[in-house]
């Protein structure tokens, strides 16, 4: 029987500011209604099934914050405010941060929600405030609420018109939910079901806390900061006071250890073992590292050498041992960056064979050994962007897993029994890349390592202060992962900024908490490249729409966005590149122009099944699509529509579109029937028409329309 342990990891940022009490972002709360009670309680459906929870303890402190009603926090504050009292600065907030929400999964689905964000530029009557209000938090209800509560059902399919007492009514499901997540999950560990596992309490980087210098074990010229961190007390801390939180909230200390993003190295084992941790799991670059190996794959992604991977290990370092489990991240990666695409059964159907054959073919190699598969990942974000939050695929997938008979689904613990194999000590990186570059290879991270060593090193000199204690709570604060997460150019969000601003601002109460000065640079960005943005365009454009670059000066004045290679909250490790890399935007006195750049010609790149679109937000429900049929060029205006089919053609237009070595299309001002101001969306479906790509991620090029003073206002001599 082949043993498959699946371990949802459960993890936000510490949001709070402990000196004004204040949440900065609201993704506990939203996270908590939209996964963290379902993703358990759906167990219920699949006794049989059994499964790990990483919950991180500083989730759990302000969830339970939240639970009880204490914790604030401006986007719930903002939401609950009667819409008539909402001030010109609540609205203002409302258009920038209450549609932070998966477009397609969780807005589009919507008519009512998807009309306000594309009517966002406009100004709002107190209805629609309000039913902004109730959709900004509606759209993430858990799932099995919205399939079968008869008060969230009549509120989707009222859809508008909400009053003061729906919001009310909305916030009593809010509060039942955040309650009862941790009883869900205490009842789930009671019955056997489920196995809880932690990270360190503010989910640090342990082999960083314990030394900068490790780093340098992957990295040996690599510059660290200018004042390194080594404070292996501070690990031991962080990994003691999450046992001890998980034993005061569950009712006994958890037997697993998720280190933070997987990071391991021979300093952490002494720590880990001595806080009363039996088993701990990272990734299987890290096994193939510690053990000179290396794992091949065939052409269907089965591992050839499944016998060096597919069981669980001891670990000896510093005078003590822990198990370890090394997850397969291919397999991990399937789930969480690949069958949001799929369907629910295709997709579990995919899985369970990949299982299956992984466990013959350990058993073919081993002579009739069982083979014990580690699936490790994120447990929440992946989720929106599947169809129904992913409560479809994983029905299948736990259906599948009950009643196969070469699969059984057990915890980690379970695994990770009667381990024999043996390795003298274990290599120091992280899941990603086998290394730390993530959190300290940047010059913005090691410039934010210097600061928390130099807050660490005025505590020692503050033991004495009355509030010594809540001064060392910040620094502890910031020392977790999640701040270098988002400096450097690996991930970007549209919330960077208030991510470093509250990095900072953790040292700054530490200072002021120690009645120490604080460092004028911890007042100043640590980002040193900005999140990359559309600029606007300068001058009316000229070229000639041929599909290739005819002139230097053809595109020159013209807005642009450059495309990167990066990650958000999810990293993986294999992923494709961006098919485009740029795109330039503007107009001439009567037509929209725009330019697509790709990594191969855009006519090789539509002959490869590809589509392009032009989404619109504004004009609303309307799309311009691009794309070769039978090897012809095939180009028209698409309407969406409420019922199926729901994007339906309507013609050409007076579009001209030019297909070569770049992408080159004008259309009429008269075509899109634009007024003032145009918003869209470039998109990338396959031949299936899955929406492959979407540029920009997060919001649309905006653009007004030239007036008569444009060029007069953008001159320049």
Not at 30 to 59: C, I, Q, W
Not at 608 to 618: A, H, I, R
Request: charge should be negative; charged fraction near 25%.
């Amino acid at each position: 029987m082949t043993r498959v342990a699946i371990l949802w990891h459960m993890h936000q940022p510490f949001y709070q500011d402990i000196v004004t009490g204040e949440h900065i972002l609201p993704w506990v709360r939203m996270h908590a209604l939209k996964d963290y009670y379902g993703m358990v309680a759906m167990l219920r459906e699949f006794p049989e099934v059994r499964v790990t929870f990483n919950l991180v303890p500083s989730l759990l402190v302000q969830l339970e914050a939240f639970a009880r009603g204490e914790a604030r926090e401006r986007t719930l504050d903002v939401g609950l405010k009667p819409a008539h009292d909402l001030t010109p600065a609540d609205i203002e907030f409302m258009r920038e941060q209450f549609f932070h929400a998966q477009l397609q999964r969780m807005i589009e689905p919507y008519p009512r929600y998807a009309e306000l964000r594309a009517r966002r530029a406009t100004p709002w009557t107190v209805d629609e405030l309000r039913d902004l209000q109730v959709w900004q938090k509606l759209a993430w209800i858990d799932q099995s609420y919205l399939d079968d509560d008869p008060r969230v059902r009549r509120l989707v399919l009222q859809g508008r018109g909400f009053s003061e007492a729906d919001k009310s009514e909305l916030r009593a499901i809010e509060l039942e939910i955040l309650n009862k997540i941790v009883p869900e999950y205490r009842d789930a560990a009671a019955r056997g079901q489920i196995e809880i596992s932690a990270s360190p309490f503010y989910h640090p980087i342990l082999p960083l806390l314990c030394d900068n210098e490790i780093y340098r074990r992957t990295h040996p010229d690599a510059r660290l900061p200018r004042h390194l961190f080594a404070h292996p007390e501070d690990a031991a801390e962080q990994l003691l006071r999450a046992a001890d939180h998980h034993r005061m909230l569950f009712g006994q200390a958890p037997r697993g250890l998720w280190p933070s993003e997987g990071s391991v190295s021979d300093a952490m084992v002494p720590l880990a073992a001595d806080a009363g941790y039996q088993w701990m799991a990272s990734d299987e670059l890290i096994l193939a590292r510690t053990s000179g190996i290396t794992f091949s794959r065939d052409g269907s992604g089965h591992l050839e050498q499944p016998e060096r991977l597919y069981a669980p290990f001891v670990v000896r370092a510093g005078g003590r041992v822990i198990t370890c489990a090394f997850r397969d991240h291919v397999l991990s990666d399937l789930i969480g960056f690949t069958y949001a695409t799929w369907a629910a059964t295709a997709a579990a159907d995919d899985l369970i064979g990949r299982l299956v054959e992984a466990g013959r073919r350990f058993r073919d190699r081993t002579g009739g050994g069982e083979a014990f598969i580690p699936i490790i990942l994120d447990g929440e974000n992946a989720w929106e962007h599947f169809d129904q939050n992913g409560r479809p695929f994983l029905r299948a997938l736990y259906a599948r897993l009950q009643s196969h008979s070469e699969l059984q689904a057990v915890t980690m613990s379970e695994g990770c029994a009667g381990a024999v194999r043996e390795l003298a000590g274990i290599f120091p990186g992280s899941w990603i890349d086998g290394n730390f570059y993530i959190w300290i290879g940047h010059a913005d991270d090691q410039k934010a390592w210097s600061q928390l060593a130099d807050a660490r090193a005025a505590l020692n000199h503050a033991v004495s202060s009355p509030t010594f204690d809540k001064a060392k709570e910040e620094v502890l604060i910031a020392e977790g992962s999640d701040w270098c997460w988002w400096y450097g150019d690996d991930h970007s969000s549209p919330h960077d900024h208030a991510f470093d601003e509250l990095y900072r601002r953790h040292l700054r109460n530490a200072y002021q908490l120690m009645d120490r000065p604080i460092p004028d640079e911890l007042f100043v960005s640590n980002i040193g490249a900005m999140a990359v943005a559309p600029s606007a365009p300068t001058a009316l454009l000229r070229p000639q729409v041929d599909g290739e670059v005819t002139s230097y000066f053809e595109w020159l004045g013209a807005g642009s966005l450059d495309i990167r290679d990066t990650a958000g909250a999810m990293h993986q490790i294999e992923r494709s590149a961006p098919l485009l890399n740029g795109i330039r935007f503007g107009f001439d006195r009567h037509r929209l122009l725009v330019r697509l750049d790709a990594r191969q010609p855009m006519e090789e790149l539509l002959a490869g099944g590809y589509e392009v679109s032009l989404k619109f937000l504004v004009p609303s429900a309307l799309r311009f699509s691009i794309r070769k049929d039978a090897g012809a060029l095939t180009t028209g205006y698409w309407r969406r529509h409420q019922e199926p089919p729901y994007w339906r053609p309507i013609g050409v237009g007076m579009a001209t579109v030019g297909v070569g070595s770049i992408l080159e299309l004008a259309l009429p001002f008269a075509d899109l029937e634009a007024d003032a101001s145009l918003a869209f969306f470039v998109a990338i479906y396959d031949a299936s028409s899955t929406e492959l790509e979407r540029y920009p991620a997060d919001r649309p090029i905006e653009l007004a329309l030239p007036d008569e003073l444009f060029e007069a206002r953008h001159w320049r001599a």
